[in-house]
């Protein structure tokens, strides 16, 4: 086969090579979907459209089980269409789109090769129905005659069947997303993106093809690293988005020069991720419609805790869950938190010992603070690659011996920053009894005076 004969080529899986080709055959279908007669057609077709063609690229790639992801969106749009939009189709469409995906990655590891599977436009598809159930929920909380809505994606609407589909399948999404809502998905079916003459927006094209040709140096990038450094390599004994820009549905407003935007699906921020220094910076610029999913239906619903940490932590399990069964995920993830609360940790730690001045505030001088940026650029990609090496290998017999040979050095200077950050917070802390000696001595002087 051809597809086989170019992943032997290239050294990757006939499941990547099928993958790349379905992605490129978007670029081909939203020009397509720019020609005037199919611009201009009405939202039904359109949807009949996406509903077919998506499904034809799910079925190149995984077969009959497509089917899949069919039942899925079947069965989420019966539970609303019996149940409405309340808080337990909210809470039902989460749990079982998760329970399904969980099943799924169990059947994959107990019964086929791990790889590119069917469960990869299901993981898509947990997001995206349950955002829809969430959304639509919302909708119905706000009063009628009250245009303010809870969600900027709150949904007053029941989604039709068609539509369901069309937003599940839009070829642009299926695969390996990004995620959008079903509210931006009928605005752009409903033209609401479109030129002012009801013509596809031109000037999509271009941002769309920068995000293409960035994609493409990326790949070529990844792809020669691969093949001098690939992932084997830890385990040896010497180490141990462009297709919806053109289509239109990435509209976003327009900037202060009057232009219009084209990021609102935008999944990762090339120049925030190359040039950040803080592990906020990488966060917010890797995976950014995911991780906003996990904001607003998650994270933000766990604010009855009032525990900001639990919150963080219990959205990050999640997030592992969602990627798989593996341990390497959950380690990853974890990593990810310990991470960050350890920069916040440091962050705390060097400001006070500035403002007690047991240091000296060196970011105040010139070439220090430029060290002070290399150093912190350094350390930040140390420790992602640190916590990626598990998300790489996955299997606990692959990744732990790994960390175990440099003896743990990233959980390490976490807990150490993390511990020095605390013991500093309480020793520097007034003591309750020297508390009371100055609130005494105050209270002598005011009646002195």
Not at 161 to 186: A, C, D, K, N, W
Not at 346 to 369: M, Y
Not at 386 to 399: G, P, Q, R, S, T
Request: with cysteine; hydrophobic share 45%.
């Amino acid at each position: 086969m051809f597809e086989s004969s170019v992943a032997t080529t290239l050294g990757s899986s006939e499941g990547a090579i099928k993958l790349l080709i379905s992605i490129f055959t978007g670029y081909l279908l939203a020009f397509l979907h720019r020609v005037p007669i199919l611009y201009k057609a009405p939202p039904t077709l359109k949807h009949v459209m996406f509903t077919v063609e998506g499904l034809a690229l799910c079925y190149y790639n995984f077969g009959v089980d497509s089917i899949h992801v069919w039942l899925n969106v079947t069965f989420i749009y019966l539970v609303l269409l019996i149940f409405g939009g309340n808080k337990f189709t909210a809470v039902f469409t989460f749990v079982f789109n998760t329970a399904y995906l969980v099943m799924g990655y169990y059947y994959q590891i107990a019964f086929q090769e791990f790889g590119i599977s069917w469960t990869m436009p299901l993981c898509v598809l947990t997001l995206r129905l349950t955002g829809v159930a969430f959304d639509f929920y919302d909708g119905q909380k706000t009063p009628k005659g009250d245009k303010k809505q809870e969600s900027d994606a709150a949904l007053t609407k029941r989604p039709g069947y068609l539509e369901m589909l069309g937003h599940t399948f839009f070829f642009g999404g299926i695969l390996v997303g990004p995620q959008f809502s079903m509210r931006r998905y009928l605005a752009f079916v409903n033209g609401e993106y479109a030129d002012e003459d009801s013509l596809a927006p031109k000037d999509s094209i271009v941002p769309g093809f920068r995000r293409l040709l960035l994609g493409i140096v990326y790949i070529a990038i990844f792809q020669l690293c691969a093949l001098v450094l690939p992932n084997t390599y830890m385990v040896s004994e010497h180490f141990r988005e462009g297709a919806i820009i053109i289509t239109g549905m990435s509209y976003n407003g327009r900037d202060e020069h009057g232009n219009r935007r084209w990021d609102a699906c935008t999944n990762i921020k090339v120049w925030q991720l190359e040039t950040g220094e803080t592990f906020s910076d990488f966060i917010q610029s890797f995976n950014v419609n995911t991780n906003q999913w996990m904001l607003r239906y998650v994270h933000r619903r766990l604010r009855f805790l009032g525990n900001k940490m639990l919150s963080q932590a219990i959205t990050l399990f999640y997030l592992a869950l969602w990627h798989g069964l593996q341990s390497g995920y959950y380690m990853c993830f974890f990593l990810e938190l310990l991470e960050t609360k350890a920069e916040l940790e440091f962050k705390s730690l060097l400001k006070g010992l500035i403002a007690s001045g047991l240091l000296p505030d060196v970011e105040s001088w010139g070439w220090a603070s430029l060290l002070g940026r290399v150093v912190r650029k350094l350390t930040l990609l140390f420790l992602w690659s640190y916590a990626l090496v598990a998300f790489a290998l996955l299997d606990f017999d692959k990744w732990f011996p790994i960390y175990s040979s440099v003896f743990f050095i990233g959980h390490v200077m976490c807990a150490v920053a993390i511990a020095a950050s605390l013991a500093f917070r309480a020793i520097s802390r007034p003591s309750p009894k020297a508390n009371g000696v100055h609130v005494e001595k105050k209270a002598e002087c005011k009646r002195t005076e």
